[in-house]
C-alpha cells in the first residue's frame, strides 16, 4: 500500500451572504444583517459544506441564510406589537412567514425580526413601523417618563407613608376595621343598629330552679348570671376588600413624589433630548427659586375628582412655605422647555399643573383584580381618618428626568437625568 497518498488540503472560507440597513420613521433605527455562514471547501471533492446547516451527504450545496432585523421599541410600546394574547404578533408572523423576538426584561429597548429572506424581513419590519406610529398617536400609550420632585430621599416621611399602610391593611379584622368601614356606605348604618339588637336579645338566659314549698319565694340575682356574648356577624362592608382596597392600590413609600409633567418618550433619541432639555435649563430653574431652598409641607389627604366613595386617587396637598410662586415659577420653567423641544403632547401640555403627592391610586391595582367594579374604592373612612393628618415639613433637593417601571438600588424611580436646588440658605 502507498503511504505516499495525496491528502485532502482543507482551507476556510468566510463569505457574507448579506448586508442591509435602512433608518425608519419616527427615528427608529434599523439594522438588519445575515448570519454569515463559514464555509468549508475540500480540494478533490468539489463540494461546499455550511457549518449552520446539517448535509445529508458529501455531494449536497446547501445555501441557506439567517436574516434580521432590530429595530428599537421602548418598553411602553412592546405590549402594541405584542396584541392582546399575542394577536398582533401572530398576525404578522402569518402574514409574512417571520419571526418577532421580544427582549427578555425591561432594561431591553429592542425587538428582534428575523426571516430566510431580506424581503421577509423587511415587509415584517414595515408592519412593526406601522403598529408603531399608530401607537405613539393613540391615547392608549402610556407614560414612560416624567419629571419628579422626590421626596422619598427623606426616611422620615418614609416612614409614616409605611405606617399609614399599615394601620389600614392591618385592621381587616379588629375594631379598626370597624372604624374604617363604618360611613363606607350609607345603608350600613341600619345594618349596623340591628346587629347591637340581636346583641341585647342573645342576654335572655333559661334558669332551671327546684323548689321544694310552691309557698316559698325564690329570690334570683340576675347580676350574678354569666352572660355569654356572640360578636355579631360581620357585614360585608367591614371587609377592606369589598370597599376596593388592597395593598397594590398604594404608592410605594421609597417612590413618593410630587409630579412636575408626564412624558412619552419612545426611543433613545427622544430619551436623550429630554435629558439634554432639563440640563439645559438648569440655571433658570435656579432663578425662578429665587437661589433660595424650597420647603413643602404635606397635610391632610383629598381625593383627586368625584365622591369618596368611588375615589381613584387620594393625594395629600402640598404646601409651599413662605408662597407657592418661586416653586409654581420653576415647574413652569421646566414644562415651557419640554414643550417647546417637541416632547409634550399637545393635550398634555394643556393640562393644568396642580401640586400634589399621592398616596393612593386605584389605577396601580394588580391586573389579576382589576375589574370595572374595582377601578375605584372607598375612601370615606379613610379621610375620616387621616384627612387631617399633618405628614412633616420636607426640602426638594432636586428634579429628575424619571423612568417608570424601572427603580434604582433604593427603591426611587431610575434617574435618567436630575438638576439639584438650592439648599446654601435656610428660610426662616
Known sequence: ????????????????????????????????????SRQTELKGEGSVFSEDVKVDSAKSVINTGKYSVSVEVAASLIRFVKGKGGSTQRQIEGETGAKIVFPSSRKE?????????????????????????EAVKSPNLDYSHFISLPLAVHPELVDKLI?????????????????LCSESDGDTSDEAEDNAQQLDIGRDVAVKLKVVDENEQVKVDIKKIPIVRYPPKASKSSNLSDLGIDKSIFIKPKTFH???????????????AATEVLQEVASKVVDALEGRPVFVRLKGLECMRGPLAKARVLYTPVEVIGGEDRLLRACQVITDAYVEAGLVFEKDARQKFKLHGTVMNA????RKKMTKRFNSFDAWSIIERYGSEDWGKYMIREAHLSQRFMFDDYGYYHRCASIPFPENKQVE
Not at 505516499?4 to 434599523?30: A, E, F, R
Not at 429597548?109 to 406610529?133: L, R
Not at 399609614?164 to 370597624?178: P, R, T, V, Y
Open 1 to 36: 500500500m502507498d503511504r505516499s497518498k495525496k491528502q485532502k488540503v482543507v482551507k476556510p472560507v468566510w463569505k457574507p451572504i448579506s448586508t442591509q440597513s435602512y433608518v425608519g420613521d419616527l427615528g427608529v433605527q434599523c439594522t438588519t444583517s445575515s448570519s454569515i
Open 109 to 133: 429597548n429592542s425587538i428582534v425580526i428575523e426571516g430566510v429572506s431580506s424581503e421577509i424581513v423587511t415587509k415584517a419590519s414595515e408592519k412593526v413601523q406601522v403598529i408603531i406610529e
Open 163 to 179: 405606617s399609614f399602610q399599615n394601620s389600614i391593611l392591618g385592621a381587616s379584622d379588629s375594631s379598626k376595621a370597624e372604624t
Open 258 to 272: 410630587l409630579t412636575v409633567l408626564m412624558l412619552k418618550l419612545w426611543n433613545n433619541e427622544r430619551i436623550t
Open 363 to 366: 389605577r396601580h391595582r394588580k
